[in-house]
């Protein structure tokens, strides 16, 4: 089996300390470094799509959230057709990727898996009054959000061990890098993949300063290049809506028009406040509190540099009649001058994230032209549903509502974003449009299905390319509740077992 990454072996410390997040972001060692293109929903704003570059993929880069989403979401994922993806059928698979290490009150945790999981260390006084807050406003604390029941609030799961990021390729990968059966080729960008008579035959890959060279397959091609990348590398092949395709200048080799359609992402706007206690990451993060932390993280991996994104999480349901929650809460005890670049304020702040779980609204990835080095055009389509405004607003004013309860009066002085003056409906739209972001889980651009129009089947095969499957979150009919690392890890679990057979 040849591996084949476009990346590099991941050798900077800031891949396995967590908060090296902040460096990685807008590293272009480690990040793509896409950007969406500008859109009118959202004000004409490119907003960075990043996507991680490296042996381990985006679980290099990303906030380390282990989120398995609701049962309706596979539930889902089945009554479209996609039969052996309901979530009775890929609980085993979750279980098979946790070693979860804190309390499973429902017994449903995995204890042996190769991915480490466990609730965040540090709990900072200010975390435990935002859960407090919570409480006050008639939310419930939820013991394991990736339990029986996803609502409620509590402190993030994340994917380290002993205050370390754990990636995919530490968790997967190292273990197994010296089998004789396994080749692994970095620093190798695989440019087309190349079909004859119907079937993928194998790949054209590019190196830098080398002759293209061709790795041959022996029984499939399997592409992991993720929600942005796949669409834009079948299309670079001639795997395609055949009319653009030939608009580009490229050969059509498979017509399937569906492919780069059905992109989604959570789309997230941030709402801020000004803290009176100088006991928040601004100030922690920087001058001599910040040699501090590095000490303490150095000799007992504690302290601010084990966080992530998220410190307590809340899901919340904003209408009585919905079956489970349609939005999630992000808090941290941290404010950014600067969002998109991760740049955090100088005085004391504290953050809530907000996003829409299953968002109705699609966009689009594809090949702007025939070079594998021009970015895919990617239009998200944010906030265009009439359901994902209304759910973003609601969820918005919920959120201002939990922060200003009573057990966050010692720590609230003034909310600086969006502000006071933001009240109605319109004023609340108009921030998520001028202001929100990515959350980085792009999904769907190689919808699984039953019908003409899917990209591939149930076992993720390409509909009529023998020989290739894709196996990541471009083949997800529909967004799942949540961070979607760990239903990429279920769907690796489940697409190895599909080409071992081992699954009938």
Known sequence: MVLIE??????????????????????????????????????????????????????????????????????????????????????????????????????????????????????PQIGEAFLAAASSAGHSLNPDYNGREQEGFGYYQVNQRDGRRVSAAAAYLDPVRRRPNLRIETSARVRRILVEDGRATGVTVARDGRPDETIAAAREVVLCAGAVQTPHLLELSGIGDAARLADLGIAPVRDLPQVGENYSDHFCTRLNWRVSRPETLNELGRGLPLVREVIRYGLGRRGILTFGTGLAYGFIRTREDLAGPDIQFFFMHASYANAAERKLESEPGMTLGVTQLRPQSRGSIHARSPRLEDQPAIRPNFLDAAEDRMTMIAGMREGRRIVEQPPLDGWRVAEMSPGPNCDSDDDWLRFARSNGQTIYHAAGTCRMGTDPDAVVDPRLRVNGVAGLRVVDASIMPTQVSGNIQAAVFMIAEKGADMILDRDG
């Open 6 to 123: 476009a990346g590099e072996q991941a050798r900077s410390p800031w891949t396995v300390i967590p908060a090296g997040f902040y460096k990685l972001l807008t590293n272009p060692r480690f990040n793509w470094m896409f950007t969406s293109d500008p859109e009118t929903g959202t004000m004409d704003r490119p907003i960075a799509i990043p996507r991680g570059k490296g042996l381990g993929g985006s679980t290099l880069i990303n906030g380390m959230i282990y989120v398995r989403g609701q049962r309706l979401d596979y539930d889902g994922w089945a009554q479209r057709g996609c039969t052996g993806w309901s979530f009775d059928d890929v609980a085993p698979l979750f279980r098979r990727v946790e070693s979860y290490a804190d309390a499973d009150p429902d017994g449903l945790r995995g204890r042996d898996g190769p991915l480490p999981v466990t609730e965040v260390a540090e709990r």
